[in-house]
């Protein structure tokens, strides 16, 4: 700021001294040449008026004074005429006479010609003069103007023409004896007037004057160098301090008094505009110190709105996650236990099934020992119509391993059922067999083979009794399985749908003997059809065990890659948290 102050005060003091140089230097330069071309014109025009008053003297001398002299007679015009007692000088003669009287005044009076008298034919011509005389020759009316340096002063010659202007010195100079030449005219140019100044004392006193007009120059350069360091002071000096004030301004500070309101100029005016500056910069700071304080504000209640979701997140999206990784955990271990439990109903079905090939077998004997009484069995085959069907309905919406337990679970319940029956049938088989035993008793020897038969059939119903026992254990280990499987899947799934099993009612009328007997065979083959339903049912066993374990070793991966999500869901919403907090 100070530079740009100092630049106002040069700004505003430079242009001074510079023009004075420039006027000091102008001076040096042009007055010198200006007063030599001064004094050299001068003295032109000082030569050519003296040439005009000498000639018109000469004129006047020679009309009336040498025309009185001739005509008196008494008197003789002479060039020597200061010997002579009558003699008077020439008009030339008089030239000359009164150039050498001048010559003390630095001034020189010449009259000569390429034609002299002979007084005066010995003088040389010097090449001014030869060229004046040439020059005027055929310029009469014109100058011959020269400037010389003789004797280290500077002297201007000025030739003008010396024409015959009168008849009287027309007719003199044709007359005389001595004349050079006796043909002259009126207006011819017989010579030369030639005036000689020294100009040097007029040179010295135009140096003089333009070394005095020079230093004048720089005194008044200076004065004004003077004042115009006092205006730049009296103009930067207000500016500089506002100036001052301005950058207070700029750095802040509000407090500081504006200077010079009250000047009627135009510092005032700049006074003025800058304590509207300092108004608004108050304004700006107010505004700017409002604006930081609800800025404030704002990132206040921003960080507590931030807080607040963090913590709401917290508390709802980790109560989630800790949820799933709660339910992963319970959903791994129930998963663990339905491949245990299927792992164990698969040992228990191998159980079954072989227990069911031997009651197969064991029917297959009774069906052997009732062929004889094939007959009557086709008879109730025919009348007896049985159907079991089983139907399994299963939650729509439930997983698979919710849907796989049913299906287990309803093939426990019909194999308990069908075991059951088989029961039943090995009861009732036993108590035909007694019943046709009696009856055998009764009919004496006619009723031994059919005895014997009874006997056999007893003994078969016993071994199905024996062999139903023996499946019906396995049956309820398989359902004990069954029930914990079950109960494990509660957890995540629906309740098993029932299976209900229609069997149709046996309806025929034994009125005869053999009613008996086709009883028995009827009951032989119940059994052979429930064997039979048992060997499906057992395999329906197996592959539903197998889907089970498979269901249960899937839903085994995935809690473990849910557990593994949850944790990094927990990372997540942990580092998530941390960010918000910090923010």
Same mark, same amino acid.
């Given at each position: 700021?100070?530079?740009? %102050? ?5 700004? $505003? ?30 003295? /032109?025009?000082? !030569? ?72 005066? !034919?010995?003088?040389? $011509? ?25 004797? @280290? ?6 030739? /003008? ?6 008849? @009287? ?39 003089? $004057? ?17 004042? !115009? ?15 001052? /004030? ?26 003025? #505009? ?71 109903? =698969? ?111 007893? =003994? ?69 059809? @429930? ?14 065990? #197998? ?5 249960? %070793? ?11 999500? @949850?944790?990094? $869901?927990?990372?997540? /919403? ?10």
């Amino acid at each position: 700021m100070l530079s740009t %102050n100092r630049s106002m005060q040069w700004a $505003l003091v430079l242009p001074v001294p510079i023009m004075v140089a420039i006027g000091i230097i102008a001076a040096l330069i042009i007055l010198p040449s200006l007063t030599l071309d001064n004094a050299r014109q001068s003295a /032109v025009e000082t !030569a050519t008026q003296i040439a005009d008053q000498f000639k018109t003297i000469r004129g006047y001398y020679t009309r009336n004074v040498i025309k009185k002299v001739v005509a008196d007679g008494n008197l003789k015009p002479s060039f020597n005429h200061s010997s002579e007692a009558k003699g008077v000088p020439l008009p030339a003669t008089f030239i000359h006479d009164m150039s050498d009287l001048l010559a003390e005044k630095d001034t020189n009076i010449k009259l000569y010609s390429t034609y002299p008298f002979p007084n005066r !034919a010995t003088r040389e $011509l010097d090449d001014f003069q030869l060229e004046a005389w040439e020059f005027l020759s055929k310029n009469p009316d014109a100058q011959f103007v020269r400037k010389e340096i003789r004797d @280290g002063r500077e002297v201007v010659r000025v030739g /003008v023409a010396d024409r015959m202007v009168a008849q @009287g010195c027309v007719n003199c100079h044709n007359s005389r004896a001595d004349t050079p030449k006796d043909d002259w005219k009126l207006d011819d140019v017989r010579g030369v007037l030639e005036v000689q100044t020294f100009i040097d004392k007029e040179i010295a006193r135009g140096t003089s $004057l333009a070394n005095k007009i020079t230093i004048g120059i720089a005194i008044v350069g200076v004065i004004l160098t003077l004042i !115009a360091m006092y205006i730049s002071r009296e103009v930067s000096g207000p500016i500089k301090r506002m100036t001052a /004030v301005m950058k207070k301004l700029a750095e802040g500070d509000t407090e500081i008094e504006i200077p010079g309101q009250k000047h009627q100029n135009e510092i005032g005016e700049m006074a003025k #505009a800058v304590q509207i500056f300092k108004d608004a910069a108050i304004r700006s700071e107010q505004v700017s110190s409002e604006a930081a304080e609800r800025e404030r504000r704002s990132e206040e209640e921003k960080q507590q709105a931030m807080q607040k979701m963090a913590k709401e997140f917290e508390t709802n999206v980790g109560q989630v996650v800790e949820t799933v990784s709660t339910s992963a955990a319970t959903m791994q271990s129930t998963a663990q236990s339905m491949s245990t439990a299927a792992e164990r109903t =698969n040992s228990q079905v191998a159980d079954v099934a072989a227990a069911s090939e031997q009651s197969a077998l064991n029917v297959q004997t009774v069906a052997s020992a009732t062929e004889e009484l094939s007959s009557s069995i086709r008879e109730i085959s025919r009348q007896v119509s049985s159907s079991l069907q089983a139907n399994e309905d299963a939650v729509l919406k439930a997983d698979l391993s919710h849907q796989t337990i049913e299906k287990l679970v309803a093939s426990a319940q019909r194999i308990g059922e069908v075991v059951e029956l088989i029961s039943d049938v090995a009861e009732q088989t036993n108590l035909l067999a007694l019943n046709a035993t009696i009856e055998a008793a009764r009919a004496g020897d006619a009723g031994k083979g059919f005895a014997v038969v009874a006997s056999e059939v007893k =003994n078969l119903a016993n071994q199905t009794a024996q062999a139903t026992e023996e499946i019906r254990e396995q049956i309820t280990d398989i359902q004990d399985a069954t029930r914990q499987a079950a109960t494990a899947i509660a957890e995540v799934g629906e309740s098993i749908s029932k299976v209900r099993d229609n069997t149709s009612a046996v309806s025929a009328a034994v009125e005869e003997q053999n009613a008996v007997t086709e009883e028995i065979a009827r009951n032989v083959e119940q059994a052979a059809a @429930g064997t039979k339903v048992v060997a499906e049912n057992i395999s329906g066993v197996t592959e539903t065990a #197998a889907e089970t374990q498979a269901a249960a %070793n899937e839903i085994l991966v995935a809690t473990d890659e849910l557990q593994r999500q @949850g944790d990094a $869901l927990k990372g997540e /919403v942990t580092k998530f948290l941390t960010d918000v907090r910090s923010a």
